[in-house]
């Protein structure tokens, strides 16, 4: 196998069964044995696989070394799609890859079955419509160890829409925008970042309204724990962010497979701070500097970044009042700016500025220097 014209960063690579593969047996007989996914190095799961670092120009090599084993047939039904609506299928192993196997599927007794699949734990998903725009899914968990597995149920059920409702404050108005029907485009972008890697991100989307307005909301969200990324528009910034009885911008989001749903409730404001400055260092005026801003402590806000020359400085605009620390790296390329842990590393090294509401702050950062750059 070959990837060329990656990116430098951080990568990691898994092999294992796939749709195109053929296999000559007689008769009806199935498959006894077959290869499980693997991770380099050679490990069954993400969390034990050791990644690989790519440098511009580099030339990588990562070897693996598989040896088959038995497998096993896993059959089940759905439950809940439409007549004449297709279902989609997704098996996946435990850490989120889709493992493509190929599944066979009845519409008229709603049985599918699934050849070849090795031992471990999977989630099956399986997807169709209800009609227009409503989307149906349902998943199941299953283990497979040294038997085959009958019956699996999977039970279609719509996906939940989150709204969000924005309250814009304004600096230039003593008016409170009532929330998004009155906005002509969508002040915000809502991204939910699961905790679990068998499910996938959910992203905002704005739906036209009555009178051209933009409404926000957050379609066909999987039930599970996510991480919240809030990106205002423009001057704005996130002032609060609410869903039932969560605070957004310190503790993640749980969506309930059931019972009672919330809007997300948002306000923002646009009398932010301004922060300017320069970067200290004996390279001259053309050394370049990575500057990194995070909330302090740390909340669910995302790190500001900018990239600057030491001689033309760095501006951000829009900063919500509170404290921060401000952070000039020489080489930041794999630096976990969302991680705190990673950052405290570097925290005695940082800048600390109290903001105020409209608030304009000047500060001169001395270079971080990380040595991943040599």
């Given amino acids: 196998y070959r990837f060329a014209n990656l990116m430098p960063g951080t990568y990691y690579l898994a092999a294992g069964p796939g749709r195109d593969e053929t296999r000559i047996l007689p008769g009806a007989e199935k498959p006894k044995t077959g290869y499980p996914c693997v991770y380099y190095p050679g490990v069954p799961d993400l969390a034990s696989a050791s990644p690989l670092q ?19 047939h896993v059959s089940g039904s759905v439950a809940g799609y439409a007549p004449q609506q297709g279902v989609g299928f997704q098996f996946l192993s435990q850490s989120g890859d889709d493992l493509s196997l190929p599944i066979r599927f009845n519409m008229e007794s709603g049985r599918f ?20 725009d409503q989307p149906v899914r349902g998943e199941a968990h299953l283990n497979v160890a040294a038997a085959n597995v009958e019956n699996l149920h999977l039970i279609l059920g719509l996906a939940m829409p989150i709204p969000v409702v924005v309250r814009m404050e304004s600096r230039a108005s003593s008016n409170q925008g009532p929330g998004t029907e009155g906005i002509q485009a969508a002040p915000i972008a809502v991204r939910l970042i699961s905790t679990d890697p068998t ?9 036209r309204g009555s ?7 957050l379609q066909n969200v999987e039930p599970g724990k996510y ?23 310190n503790d993640d989001l749980v969506v309930a497979s059931a019972g009672q749903s919330y809007p997300m409730e948002i306000v923002l404001r646009d009398d932010g701070a301004s922060l300017t400055g320069t970067v200290k260092t004996p390279e001259g005026p053309y050394a370049e500097a990575t500057v990194v801003v995070v909330p302090e402590p740390a909340s669910k806000v995302a ?15 829009g900063l919500a009042p509170g404290e921060y620390l401000i952070y000039a790296f020489d080489y930041a390329e ?35 220097r990380t040595g991943d750059g040599d």
């Fill in 227 to 249: 991480s919240v990324d809030l990106i205002p528009r423009g001057s704005w910034y996130v002032q609060s962010a609410q869903y039932g009885q969560t605070n957004l911008l």
């Fill in 211 to 217: 009178g051209g307005a933009n409404s926000v909301v």
């Fill in 113 to 132: 079955d699934v050849d070849s699949v090795p031992s471990g734990s999977y989630v099956v998903k399986a997807f169709s419509q209800a009609g227009p």
């Fill in 54 to 72: 790519v440098a511009a120009g580099q030339h990588a090599e990562a070897d693996f070394s598989m040896a088959a084993g038995p497998v096993y």
């Fill in 334 to 368: 794999g630096i976990e700016y969302s991680n705190p842990d990673v950052l405290q590393t570097y925290a005695s090294q940082a800048a600390h500025v109290t903001l105020s509401a409209s608030q304009k702050t000047q500060v001169a950062l001395d270079l971080i």
């Fill in 303 to 317: 790190a500001k970044v900018a990239y600057a020359f030491a001689e033309n400085g760095f501006t951000f605009n």
């Fill in 199 to 207: 499910t996938s991100e959910s992203y905002s989307t704005a739906v």
